[in-house]
């Protein structure tokens, strides 16, 4: 879309942008002339009848460009098209934006997060993040949190983790399993799941002595 287009439509019509989608051009990866082009969309109403042709226009560009737009926009899962029966009954191709929402939701949310998370002290999410190699998800988030908040130490946490990816997991139902499993057992700081760790492992030597003491392999999810 080009830039003299794209200021003909604004004052040929009138287009609402809510300045939170305008700050969220990058984590939507998408360039400003699919951003005009899914604000357009988004004016029109979620779940509204595809029609390119008035697409085409309403915003004095090209049929070519207009699929293109949809092309880029589906392949980046921000809108979609569907048949669906109208009101009528009748089956039509109908533009969705939920995608488009639902991206728009969890950004809102990790902002948050991340927001609070900053405020406190704590760096128990950058030393799991360090560990798995990889941001963590906003509910991966909330469930640190919530460990943190049910009175669970950081060192005790940070245990966890180790253990999980000593096992090669990264997983964060596996480490909730192993916080809960210290927890039935009375492990309460790092000592006793040194010990912990301890009895295992002289439990193996007894079975096998074979057995290599430095890898930790007790699957918390089989005991």
């Known amino acids: 879309m080009k830039s003299s287009k794209i200021m003909d439509f604004f004052k040929d019509g009138n287009i609402v942008i809510p300045l939170f989608f305008f700050k969220r051009i990058k984590e939507l990866d998408i360039n400003y002339d699919e951003f005009i082009f899914l604000m357009y969309l988004y004016n029109l109403g979620n779940k509204h009848v595809f029609n390119p042709e008035k697409y085409s226009n309403d915003l004095n560009i090209d049929l070519a460009s207009i699929m ?49 998370n900053n405020s406190s002290n704590s760096n128990i999410f950058e030393v799991i993040e360090k560990e798995f190699g990889r941001t963590l998800t906003p509910m991966e988030y909330e469930i640190s949190k919530a460990w943190l908040d049910n009175g669970m130490s950081e060192d005790l946490i940070k245990e966890a983790v180790k253990e999980a990816v000593m096992n090669n997991v990264t997983n964060f139902r596996y480490i ?48």
């Open 176 to 223: 909730d399993k192993i916080l809960y499993e210290w927890g039935k057992n009375n492990i309460k700081t790092v000592e006793d799941v040194n010990n912990n760790r301890k009895k295992r492992k002289e439990e193996k030597e007894k079975i096998d002595d074979s057995v290599d003491l430095d890898i930790v392999d007790w699957d918390w999810f089989d005991e």
């Open 68 to 116: 293109q737009f949809i092309d880029k926009l589906t392949n980046k899962k921000l809108i979609r098209v569907e048949v669906l029966s109208n009101d009528k009954n009748v089956m039509e191709e109908t533009i969705i934006l939920d995608d488009f929402y639902n991206k728009l939701s969890l950004l809102t949310i990790d902002e948050a997060v991340k927001e609070e």
